[in-house]
């Protein structure tokens, strides 16, 4: 059966700590992985990797994919308190696109 | 450019009431999808569809129905609702090329519904 598990469930860090979010998955017919933030309402997205190794960043946050290891990493540098959210992993499978999501990291930034 | 809108926000129905979500997107998206949220987990797939007319069954679809008769409008059909339908819906679009090549999805508000 397709997984995805994400790991921690949940975090508190202090702001200005870096944070990292992992993500392993067992997906036949993998296409690309997806990372949302979802905080109280609809998922925002982040990134989407589609190839080993390649780096995505927007800011402070920045994620790696490594699909011969079948996981991911999503870090945060210099949290800020606004960085307080659900962060979830998504695998894409197949050519309709669906998406297999883990049960998501909570993310708490405390002042 | 609206997105993906989503009606209504909040629902309350009795056991064994039917209602429909409504779901629109503005962006020419040809995929659509509806996922179910229970409390601490992850997004599950109801149905999707990858163009008018044609729809098809994700991971939990049991309990709802589906139709896709334009591009822009992708509702979501519940009958018989039963306490297990207790969740937040979200619908979600996005395009995808001839070649297959797939883009992110773009999600709606959400629809917070309770059956008791």
């Known amino acids: 059966e397709d997984k995805v598990v994400q790991s921690p469930l949940s975090l508190v860090v202090h702001e200005g700590d870096t944070v990292t979010l992992n993500c392993s998955y067992e997906v036949t017919n993998f296409r690309s992985l997806l990372w949302y933030k979802q905080e109280k309402k609809a998922p925002t997205f982040l990134f989407m990797l589609t190839s080993s190794g390649i780096e995505k960043k927007s800011g402070r946050l920045s994620s790696i994919l490594d699909k011969k290891e079948l996981f991911s990493i999503l870090n945060i540098t210099a949290t800020q308190t606004g960085d307080s959210a659900v962060y979830l992993c998504?695998?894409?499978?197949?050519?309709?696109?669906?998406?297999?999501f883990g049960k998501g990291t909570k993310l708490s930034v405390k002042p | 450019n609206a997105g993906v809108t989503q009606t209504p926000k909040f629902r309350i129905l009795k056991i064994g009431q039917s209602m429909t979500l409504q779901c629109a997107q503005d962006?020419?998206?040809?995929?659509m999808y509806w996922y179910r949220q229970d409390p601490g987990m992850g997004l599950k797939l109801i149905y999707y569809?990858?163009?008018?007319?044609?729809?098809d069954k994700g991971e939990v679809p049991n309990g709802y129905n589906v139709s896709r008769s334009t591009t822009e409008d992708f509702p979501l059909r519940l009958e018989l609702a039963a306490p297990s339908q207790t969740s937040v819906y979200f619908c979600?679009?996005?395009?995808?090329?001839?070649?297959?090549?797939?883009?992110?999805?773009?999600f709606g508000p959400g629809t917070r519904l309770t059956v008791l």
């Open positions: 569809s990858v163009g008018a007319g044609i729809t």
């Open positions: 962006m020419n998206h040809n995929y």
């Open positions: 979600a679009s996005s395009w995808a090329g001839l070649t297959g090549v797939y883009n992110e999805q773009f």
């Open positions: 998504a695998v894409v499978r197949g050519s309709q696109g669906n998406l297999i």
